[in-house]
């Protein structure tokens, strides 16, 4: 009989039967924050995410986004089929289906056949696909902000909990940063006030994707794959990230697309403060804060 791993019976008792011994996915971080298994079901092929709740404890991103956002992660795995749900309906990315979860502990999805994604290799069909689902999530805005399905905080209270934020991720902080910077960036964070807010995925990468070739059409079709960080955030912090990840030819690229439906804003008052925000929850895994600044 074959087992789930890392799962309790109980835990297991509702899931698909397993016809051969998952498999591990080798993890491309060493932070990540869930191991990843290949499982042959009697109901077709399976990915299964467990929860390593020791790596979040100290995971700079999760202690940002729980501050932040309140996202109460790993405990808000137990309702991340509405977030399938919510993409499926509101994003133009494909993502894999849903088929269990447990809050803290794991989530079940259907495989999804492809290729992943590497990002010294990004092709311009990409970009055009990312751009079209970021503009339609875009499309829909919220006076408040904080949980993607239920927003709790009020536009005031943003430039506030930045600031609270910023100063409890300094602290954690190792080298410190220099004083000087973190004094300019909080001043400045008390300012940034928002008042449009959009779903925004906070540890947008591209190694959060896979692509698979559709064969009638001969495209390579972007598939989401990891849905855990959605939270509803300022537009100006989602076009910030956009910035890091993107190079300078993709950035162009994404603006053609974005920009036939929406206004690429002004956003340099908030810009130190969301560099700052992303450099401490070590989003793309940058050790150089001078370097990062100087990156937009």
């Known amino acids: 009989m074959f087992t789930y791993p890392l799962l309790t019976a109980s835990e297991q008792a509702s899931l698909p039967k397993l016809i051969a011994h998952p498999s591990a996915i080798p993890n491309k971080f060493e932070d990540s924050t869930h191991q990843l298994f290949y499982c042959?079901?009697?109901?077709?092929?399976?990915?299964?995410?467990?929860?390593?709740?020791?790596?979040?404890?100290?995971?700079?991103?999760?202690?940002?986004?729980?501050?932040?956002?309140?996202?109460?992660?790993?405990?808000?795995l137990g309702n991340i089929h509405l977030t399938h749900h919510f993409l499926q309906k509101n994003g133009a990315l494909s993502v894999p289906e849903f088929v269990?979860?447990?809050?803290?502990?794991?989530?079940?999805?259907?495989f999804v056949e492809g290729t992943d994604v590497d990002a010294r290799q990004i092709k311009d069909e990409w970009v055009i696909q990312l751009?079209?689902?970021?503009?339609?999530?875009?499309?829909?805005t919220y006076t408040s902000w904080g949980t993607l399905h239920a927003p709790q905080f009020s536009a005031n209270a943003w430039a506030s909990r930045l600031h609270d934020t910023l100063v409890c991720l300094a602290e954690q902080q190792q080298p410190r940063i220099a004083e000087a910077l973190l004094a300019e960036v909080l001043a400045q964070a008390t300012q940034c006030h928002a008042t449009e807010f959009v779903p925004m995925m906070l540890d947008l990468r591209w190694d959060q994707f896979?692509?698979?070739?559709?064969?009638?059409?001969?495209?390579?079709?972007?598939?989401?794959?990891?849905?855990?960080?959605?939270v509803i955030a300022p537009r100006a912090l989602d076009l910030v990230l956009l910035e890091y990840i993107l190079t300078p030819a993709q950035l162009a690229l994404f603006k053609e697309h974005y920009?036939?439906?929406?206004?690429?804003?002004?956003?340099?008052?908030?810009?130190?403060?969301?560099?700052?925000?992303?450099f401490l929850m070590n989003i793309l895994g940058e050790t150089d804060l001078v370097r990062w600044m100087q990156r937009i």
Not at 40 to 64: I, P, Y
Not at 131 to 140: E, N, P, S, T, Y
Not at 211 to 230: H, P
Request: proline share 2%.
């Open 131 to 140: 751009a079209k689902h970021i503009a339609q999530l875009h499309q829909l």
């Open 100 to 110: 269990a979860a447990s809050a803290n502990r794991f989530v079940l999805t259907r």
């Open 210 to 230: 896979r692509y698979s070739q559709l064969s009638d059409a001969g495209t390579n079709e972007l598939v989401l794959i990891d849905l855990d960080a959605f």
């Open 40 to 76: 042959q079901t009697a109901d077709g092929e399976m990915v299964l995410k467990v929860c390593n709740r020791a790596t979040v404890a100290k995971s700079h991103f999760w202690l940002g986004a729980n501050h932040l956002f309140t996202a109460d992660f790993p405990n808000s």
């Open 259 to 278: 920009t036939q439906t929406h206004a690429w804003i002004e956003h340099s008052a908030h810009t130190p403060a969301y560099q700052l925000l992303l």
